[in-house]
């Protein structure tokens, strides 16, 4: 029942994210002029994704999960300069020195 109700709320969140005002909220906060919002595909494995980190946490003690967190968010903080902390961030409270970090050019 919970994993039924966690993927009723990712889903909502999906249809959400790609409405008018949330592409247009990324486009003002973020370095994102040219997001046009996620595709069925990207929405999909965002679903997929959330089922698999239901399923782990159900698995893993509190600190695993919270462990795995850290590291997926440290990995794709550093690879692509993106994450959900960030996305949350620039979403509600945009900070210049995150957008300005977001759009230098990795070396």
Not at 78 to 83: C, E, N, T, V
């Amino acid at each position: 029942m919970r994993l039924a109700f966690s993927m009723a709320v990712e889903a909502c969140w999906e249809i959400v994210e790609n409405t008018d005002t949330i592409i247009n909220r990324y486009r003002e906060a973020t370095i994102s002029f040219d997001y046009f919002g996620d595709s069925i595909l990207n929405s999909a494995s965002d679903m997929v994704a959330m089922a698999v980190g239901f399923y782990l946490a159900s698995k893993l003690p509190i600190w695993g999960s919270i462990l795995l967190f850290i590291a997926a968010e440290a990995f794709v903080m550093y690879m692509i300069r993106d994450g959900l902390l960030l996305n949350i961030i620039m979403l509600l409270y945009p900070l210049e020195v995150i957008r300005e970090w977001q759009g230098a050019i990795s070396k």
